[in-house]
């Protein structure tokens, strides 16, 4: 059974930046994962992937500030935050699947996706 570990959220100021990171515990095969993020009421949207190949994919939100990566040697996932702003502040989640999801990150809400972590928070005040 797979399992995701996130960490890295925090409470920064408006233009700071984080990383975020999700460990992938189990997973015997190279996984499709991606980062999403929720806020309450509202429905949750992707922010990045990253594909078992390497290709990356971006919501615009976080395009040329955001930077998704996989470590393989640490199995672990990151995602690089850069330029922050109040819009950004929601629970963040990391999330996997063997299968590529086949689907535009900034079309998807993660029904793609199998396998989630327990979700970190990010707080960005101004």
């Known amino acids: 059974e797979v399992q995701l570990v996130e960490s890295g959220g925090g409470s920064v100021q408006a233009g700071d930046s984080l990383r975020l990171s999700c460990i992938a515990f189990?997973?015997?095969?190279?996984?499709?994962m991606a980062w999403f993020r929720q806020t309450p009421g509202k429905q949750r949207e992707g922010v990045a992937a990253?594909?078992?190949?390497?290709?990356?994919d971006y919501a615009e939100s976080a395009k040329g500030r955001f930077t998704i990566s996989f470590d393989h040697a640490k199995n672990t996932l990151f995602l690089r935050m850069n330029s922050l702003t109040p819009e950004d502040t929601a629970m963040y989640y990391c999330?996997?699947?063997?299968?590529?999801?086949?689907?535009?990150?900034?079309?998807?809400?993660?029904?793609?996706?199998?396998?989630w972590g327990q979700g970190t928070q990010v707080t960005v005040s101004s």
């Open positions: 990253i594909d078992s190949n390497g290709g990356t």
């Open positions: 189990g997973s015997p095969y190279t996984l499709n």
């Open positions: 999330a996997a699947d063997p299968s590529n999801p086949n689907v535009w990150i900034r079309f998807s809400h993660g029904a793609e996706y199998h396998y």
